[in-house]
């Protein structure tokens, strides 16, 4: 289609070749629906959605071939068989998203009630509770009913001349339909018994329902109802929401003028009754309402006694779990000073062995000595011997001191550091390894191994004990948990500078973390070693420390058969201390308590 012909839209070449490949498209139409659409006397299609279907015609240059429908479950059942492509004027519900979808509507109309003139006012839909109420098949109202006001006992209805029939035998007390289509019919049947009788809050949108195998139609169809301008849907709905009769001279539409002053008074009347009734059941609301206000102080009342109670209920209960946190750190303090005890005595038995060995020889060589000496049988040969094994034996005794002075030393260092608030320069590889040095009774019997890969020139102007407490923890986390069951464990302690943070890796390739456990491992008391001598407060306290008085981050990393990683980054220089980390720079770290009462550290 040329550009510049009226009402043209702009299609793509893939909507223009679709268009080719489908010019007709048969539409199923209802005979009896005016206005939207119905069938004259003279077999010819009439009403709003035929205007609108020419209209899209000439924009889309297809031709749409009209099939006349009984109803609505008749035209829904010709799409689902194939012999139409579309449905004319039907609004979208979930049931019908399976087979069809549905247009931007090109008619929205409220949502009204209808009963008999004469019959008691209805009450809006609230006062349909109880009730058989007509719905329209058409529309959608039916399920949203159902959902939104579920006393109410729906009825469905073809069309509204099957509505107005039930409505007069009695077989519903009222129908929830269309505004426009009800209005019209009714006074094109000059049915004087049914009125209008409330709104509702629901609103019928009607579009053009495309069979789901014609996807590529739906955008088409969208962009040619957006084309038509807004005057001239207008103008077509005006012209056929007018009744036009044949007749020369034609009384009904006075009389259908006279009934409806007559209904608009009749409901009018109705309505001051209802407000009446409606101030009188408000009345009785506030009143229910004052009664049950009371009753909800009274129980508020009764509520914060329980909770005074329950709240000190839970107070004893804290203090004695802080006895016994206070009881498990203790017992942690104790089992690190003997694992630093037990250190020093292995670490020291061998250079005082040596020692000893070189002491007692230099002493049975030196008696020897005296006994040749004395006999008068000493050769200058002896004598040489007897220099050499005594230089000899010197010299093991010196180094052996000097290791065993050097032991001492690192041991003292590590022991005031975890004992006092020093701050200090340090390199970091040395406290690693004399961190392990303390461990390494231990590990000896062990097949595992711990490897350092720290630069010599890492400097941290930070607090040590900490940190050497922080790392003597996850060694023994290591060795306990990961390297339970592991034929040759690896523990890799690696670190590197990056601008003034160190990031600091401690990673080993034992059994690793389940995942259920993974977000509980920094929980104070969490523990899978439950009475095996697991206190569940290491890795409480690795935490601790290095968000605390180091000022870094930890962040672990594991999966279960493959090892566990911790990440922890450092400043280069600690940030001083306050008052919330002030006692953890000597290793005394605060459990979490009641935020209601005066928080307690322990050691």
Avoid at 173 to 198: C, K, N, W, Y
Avoid at 542 to 557: C, K, M, Y
Wanted: aromatic share 6%.
């Amino acid at each position: 289609m040329a550009a510049d012909t009226p009402h043209a839209l702009f299609l793509t070449v893939p909507q223009r070749a679709w268009l080719a490949e489908h010019p007709v498209l048969k539409v199923a139409v209802d005979t009896n629906r005016a206005p939207v659409e119905w069938r004259g006397e003279d077999g010819v299609m009439r009403g709003i959605s035929p205007n609108m279907l020419q209209r899209i015609e000439t924009m889309l240059g297809v031709r749409f071939e009209l099939v006349p429908s009984a109803s609505i479950a008749d035209q829904i059942d010709k799409l689902k068989r194939g012999e139409v492509d579309i449905v004319s004027a039907i609004s979208q519900t979930p049931e019908r998203s399976k087979y069809l979808s549905v247009t931007a509507p090109f008619i929205t109309t409220p949502i009204v009630i209808y009963n008999r003139v004469g019959a008691p006012p209805t009450g809006g839909l609230a006062g349909l509770a109880g009730k058989r109420v007509g719905v329209s098949a058409r529309t959608n109202v039916e399920e949203s009913l159902r959902k939104d006001w579920t006393a109410i006992h729906t009825v469905p209805v073809q069309n509204f001349r099957e509505a107005t029939d039930w409505l007069r035998s009695g077989d519903l007390d009222a129908f929830v339909g269309p505004l426009m289509t009800g209005t019209h019919q009714l006074v094109e049947q000059g049915a004087s018994d049914i009125r209008v009788a409330g709104e509702t809050d629901y609103a019928y949108q009607i579009g053009y329902g495309i069979r789901n195998e014609l996807a590529p139609l739906l955008p088409l169809m969208d962009m040619a109802l957006a084309a038509i301008p807004r005057a001239e849907r207008d103008a077509i709905r005006q012209k056929w929401s007018t009744i036009q009769f044949s007749h020369d001279i034609d009384y009904r539409p006075l009389g259908a003028l006279a009934l409806a002053v007559l209904v608009a008074i009749v409901f009018i009347v109705q309505l001051r009754v209802m407000v009446k009734r409606r101030t009188a059941q408000l009345q009785d609301e506030v009143s229910v309402r004052r009664a049950r206000e009371e009753e909800i102080r009274e129980l508020n009342a009764a509520l914060e006694q329980r909770v005074e109670q329950r709240t000190a209920q839970l107070r004893q209960a804290n203090e004695e779990l802080q006895l016994a946190a206070d009881q498990l750190v203790q017992t942690e303090k104790v089992a690190s000073l003997g694992r630093l005890v037990a250190g020093i005595a292995h670490e020291l038995n061998t250079p005082l062995g040596s020692t000893l060995t070189a002491a007692t020889t230099l002493r049975d060589l030196v008696r020897d000595f005296g006994d040749g000496l004395s006999n008068g049988a000493l050769k200058r040969s002896q004598a040489e011997e007897l220099v050499r094994q005594c230089q000899q034996a010197c010299g093991i005794i010196e180094r052996n001191s000097h290791r065993a002075a050097g032991l001492i030393e690192n041991f003292k260092e590590i022991a005031v550091d975890q004992a006092s608030e020093r701050r200090r320069r340090f390199r970091l590889r040395t406290t690693v390894e004399e961190v392990i040095i303390t461990h390494r009774n231990a590990w000896k019997s062990t097949p595992h191994t711990i490897t350092v890969e720290i630069p010599d020139t890492v400097e941290l102007d930070s607090f040590p004990g900490p940190l050497a407490q922080v790392l003597s923890n996850l060694l023994e986390n290591s060795l306990v948990h990961a390297f339970a069951n592991h034929p040759a464990g690896r523990v890799t302690i690696h670190a590197s500078v990056t601008e003034q943070r160190v990031c600091l890796s401690y990673s080993d390739n034992g059994a690793g973390i389940p995942t259920e456990f993974r977000n509980k491992v920094y929980d104070p008391f969490f523990t899978t070693r439950m009475g095996q001598g697991g206190s569940g407060l290491g890795l409480y306290i690795v935490q601790t420390l290095v968000s605390g008085v180091l000022g870094g981050t930890i962040a672990l990393h594991s999966e279960p058969g493959n090892g566990t990683q911790f990440h922890i980054t450092l400043p280069l220089v600690a940030p001083e201390p306050n008052d919330a980390t002030a006692q953890a720079t000597h290793g005394v770290v605060g459990l979490p308590v009641n935020e209601t009462e005066p928080q307690r550290r322990i050691a």
